[in-house]
């Protein structure tokens, strides 16, 4: 795996596509929502 | 009427202390003790070190928000801890030496029903022969004003480039038993694309160098999330990052020398390297502060009260990597000896690492130090300030909530460059931060996911204003979450 690089296509994907990048804003942010909710530790859950 | 003295203002006790105005009425006193006039959103510091931001950008006063939320703020540094008084002052206190404001040099008697000891590290720096901002060609990002001064180098740098010189640029931690290998890990990121963006990236080899078993590893042992529809290990995704952008990695080293633009090194091979830099950002040692405690006739009790960092109700018992388990961490951050004391974030001493301990061939233990970075500060911030709400208004003696770091979650966003359009980070998600292996036999955590992209700076930068917002207390502060 440490050979691995991107191809144009995933380049232009995670670091130029706007409409991709601003739906995985939106599911970056639920699932940080949905980990603090899970992990906020012990009893309190 | 209760009186709590909260030490530090970082992530771990300005929570604290937000917390507890919110959760115990005006009739109680909550008083803040710390060095710092300001507070300072230290994630950002990459940014101020590359000239993204300013330090105003990422610092606000102190003073007016805790006028304004009826929180006495002392601007002191703690000398020294006496839970349970002395012969002339019946009731426990902490020593402090103002460091700011009118009474700056003055020494105080700061008494307290409950203490909440949130310190943070002491950047030990002495630890490594000539490791120090500003000697040797070295920068540091751990602060505001270190991290201002390391754009300044930088920028000096980038001008020697564009005049045609080719440099040496080393980043990485700058001790075998260094932590925050994350803000090392941005930072290098963060300065090849700042080189990109001036158009010098050619200019310049940019070398890793950490105390880590390998990239990526960061100090909490082997990491696992989902990327691209495949299983990634952390060290999968560090070298794809350095290899994509031509960053060169030294690992498994324990910095123990620096000289002008040289830094001297042993392997767990016990082999002994040297790295040559024009510029070079390692991260110190963090140690405790080396506070003393005394009890009421004077004697030294700092044993009850410390080891490095403050003494919590872990499982100190020194064990083999093979038998740690999730257990062993602690869940209430409270004294076992005075019940009325805490300690959040960093201030509280872990019973381990969370990396597996290595020693070199010839005895020198090459491990980072756990991380704990500000989303487990400030959980623990809070639910140490709620608990010790709770037996205030209860009388209890015992905390109500547990919460270990191993059954907390964390989110790291590790920026890897800036811009609205040109951004990018790296986005981490990791449930627990301590591996319990009896729980996730395969990995010891569960594997979730990890994203690379534009997405991930807007994330970086969203956080960045709204814990801005949060710190400042202003209206619906503790609706955004930890």
């Known amino acids: 795996m440490a050979a691995y690089k991107m191809s144009g296509f995933q380049r232009f994907l995670l670091l130029r596509c706007l409409i991709w990048n601003f739906i995985m804003f939106v599911v970056l942010n639920l699932k940080m929502l949905f980990l603090v909710a899970k992990g906020h530790g012990g009893t309190r859950d | 009427m209760a009186k709590v003295v909260v030490l530090g203002s970082g992530f771990a006790g300005h929570t604290a202390a937000a917390y507890l105005r919110k959760n115990l009425g005006k009739e109680h006193e909550i008083v803040v003790v710390t060095p710092n006039s300001k507070f300072q959103y230290i994630p950002s510091n990459i940014w101020i070190g590359t000239g993204k931001m300013t330090p105003r950008q990422t610092t606000f006063p102190l003073a007016p928000v805790y006028k304004r939320k009826n929180i006495t703020f002392k601007q002191a540094k703690v000398l020294t801890f006496h839970p349970e008084g002395d012969k002339e002052l019946d009731k426990p206190y902490v020593l402090v030496e103002y460091t700011g404001g009118n009474k700056q040099g003055e020494k105080e008697k700061v008494t307290y029903d409950y203490l909440i000891n949130a310190t943070g590290p002491k950047l030990d720096f002495a630890a490594t022969e000539g490791l120090f901002p500003g000697k040797n060609k070295t920068v540091s990002v751990c602060s505001f004003d270190h991290a201002e001064h390391a754009w300044k180098e930088l920028k000096a740098l980038i001008d020697r480039m564009k005049k045609g010189e080719h440099v040496k640029i080393v980043i990485g931690t700058g001790h075998a038993n260094a932590t925050c290998q994350g803000a090392a890990f941005e930072y290098i990121l963060n300065v090849d694309d700042t080189l990109r963006k001036h158009g010098v990236r050619d200019k310049a080899d940019i070398t890793w160098i950490s105390n880590e078993y390998h990239v990526g590893e960061f100090g909490m042992n082997e990491m696992y999330f989902k990327f691209g529809g495949k299983v990634w290990s952390g060290q999968d995704l560090a070298e794809f990052l350095f290899e994509d952008r031509g960053i060169k990695y030294i690992t498994q080293a324990g910095i123990y020398k620096v000289e002008d633009g040289v830094a001297y090194y042993e392997n767990l091979h016990g082999e002994q390297g040297k790295v040559e830099f024009d510029f070079g950002m390692l991260i110190p040692k963090f140690s405790g502060h080396g506070f003393k405690a005394y009890d009421k006739e004077g004697n030294d009790i700092t044993d009850k009260l410390f080891k490095a960092f403050m003494i919590v109700d872990a499982d100190y018992t020194p064990k083999p990597y093979e038998e740690w388990s999730a257990k062993d961490w602690p869940e209430t951050y409270q004294n076992p000896t005075y019940p009325n004391i805490f300690a959040a974030g960093i201030a509280f001493h872990p019973p381990h690492t969370i990396s597996q301990p290595r020693v070199s061939k010839t005895g020198k233990n090459i491990t980072p130090a756990p991380p704990r970075t500000g989303m487990p500060s400030g959980i623990i911030g809070r639910l140490v300030a709620e608990n010790v709400a709770h037996m205030i208004k209860t009388g209890s003696k015992t905390p109500k909530e547990k919460g270990s770091m191993a059954n907390m979650g964390a989110g790291c966003v590790a920026s890897t460059g800036y811009g609205f359009f040109t951004g ?57 979450p930890e």
């Not at chain 2, 998600?429 to 009896?438: A, N």
Request: charged fraction near 20%.
């Open chain 2, 424 to 480: 990018s980070a790296v986005v981490m998600m990791l449930y627990p931060i301590v591996p319990d292996f009896d729980k996730y036999p395969k990995y010891g955590r569960e594997v979730k996911s990890a994203y690379y992209g534009l997405a991930g700076h807007w994330m970086k930068k969203m956080l960045h204003h709204l814990f801005i917002y949060k710190n400042k207390l202003k209206f619906g502060w503790s609706l955004i």
